[in-house]
């Protein structure tokens, strides 16, 4: 079945560092989806991604979708503390497989 | 937020009792997921409903059963739990499975299974 591998698994960074995570799928993707959860909250969706090379862009966060449809990133500039909480990428391949999650990204940042 | 309320919010149960947990949407939505989370391993889907009694396995579904009799309820029945089914289980819907489509979750029940 479809894999979508996320890395790193855990990411601790000084606030005002930059963060990146970044999704690769065994298969081309329909689109890519991102979501945060917060500490002991539930997934929130973010952005969705379709186009070949898309970059779309929410205030400091920018996501990617690379060239061949398989591969997705986030980044995060001037990281802030409400930045903090877990990043899931999710692929849809548009069969009955729906959704696939990556296993997230756990942002930790220090002050 | 969607109109998206799980119950319990917390369970304690004891191994070989049978557990239902309940979600219920306001939204009118077509599709709900059940999904658990645990360390190590993000969001598995557990089952999925496309519409009253239609529904369908998801990755982990051994030891689940789930039935949706009404458009906005999706109930999730473990059986005889097992320590295994410790795990924090969210709810979610969307209007289709379409390309399009994101996910609302609701808030999520952590069950303890001893």
């Known amino acids: 079945g479809q894999q979508v591998m996320q890395i790193p698994q855990y990411q601790h960074v000084q606030e005002g560092e930059d963060f990146t995570t970044y999704c690769n799928s065994s298969t081309t993707l329909s689109n890519i989806q991102w979501y945060k959860q917060r500490p002991g909250g539930h997934p929130v969706f973010l952005i969705q991604l379709v186009k070949s090379g898309e970059v779309k862009k929410q205030k400091r966060l920018t996501f990617q979708f690379g060239e061949a449809k398989k591969n997705s990133s986030l980044h995060i500039t001037a990281t802030q503390t409400t930045d903090v909480g877990t990043y899931f990428c999710a692929g849809y391949t548009g069969g009955a497989d729906g959704l696939t999650f990556g296993k997230g990204t756990h942002l930790i940042i220090q002050p | 937020d969607a109109g998206i309320t799980q119950s319990p919010r917390h369970k304690v149960t004891e191994t070989g009792t049978p557990v239902t947990l309940r979600c219920h949407q306001t939204e009118n939505h077509r599709y709900m997921y059940w999904y658990r989370q645990d360390p190590g391993h993000g969001l598995r889907l557990i089952h999925y409903?496309?519409?009253?009694?239609?529904?369908d396995k998801g990755e982990v579904s051994d030891g689940y059963s789930v039935s949706r009799s009404k458009t906005e309820d999706f109930l999730l029945t473990l059986e005889s739990a097992t320590s295994s089914q410790t795990s924090v289980y969210f709810c979610a819907i969307s209007r289709g499975q379409g390309s399009n489509e994101k996910l609302f979750f609701g808030s999520g029940t952590q069950l303890s299974v001893l």
């Open positions: 409903s496309y519409g009253v009694k239609d529904t």
